[in-house]
């Protein structure tokens, strides 16, 4: 299914929900790790599971690079979601979280900029196309809820 399971749509909804209402109780103008914090409690106390700045272990070519690689957040083991605070989203952005993507082994993930005046404006679901991988082993995933 190209634009994710059931499962993968009703977190990603539920992650669009949570930022909509972090923002309209902080507004714009604060640091992304602000939003990243008041997002993860939002969605923990909806019941989610969230773990955040989650280090992603690279392997080139046989060796594990140190590059202190980590995602902002993943929802329920499901969703990998990037915070961000800039004037407008760029390219650059998406191509970053569907690298995320390809390492974490989720499918689905939520940009969101949290620097738009109105959050609506500033939001972009991402569904990879590759084939489902495995998680990769330092994978831990979330608990079911």
Known sequence: MIDGTADERACSGAVVDAAMHVHSLL??????????????????????SVRREVPVPITY??????????????VDGLVVVEAKTVDRLHPAHTAQLLTYLALSGCRVGVLLNFHSPRLKDGI??????????????????????
Do not use: F, N
């Not at 714009?28 to 923990?44: I, Q």
């Not at 972009?124 to 809820?145: C, D, H, Q």
């Open 27 to 48: 507004g714009a103008g604060l640091l992304e790790g602000v939003y990243a914090k008041c997002l993860a409690r939002e969605l923990t106390l909806r019941g989610h």
């Open 61 to 74: 070519k046989g060796e594990q690079i140190d590059c202190a690689l980590r995602l902002d957040m993943i």
């Open 124 to 145: 972009k679901r991402v569904v990879s196309t590759r084939r489902a991988t495995p998680r990769p082993p330092w994978w831990i995933s979330a608990p079911p809820r």
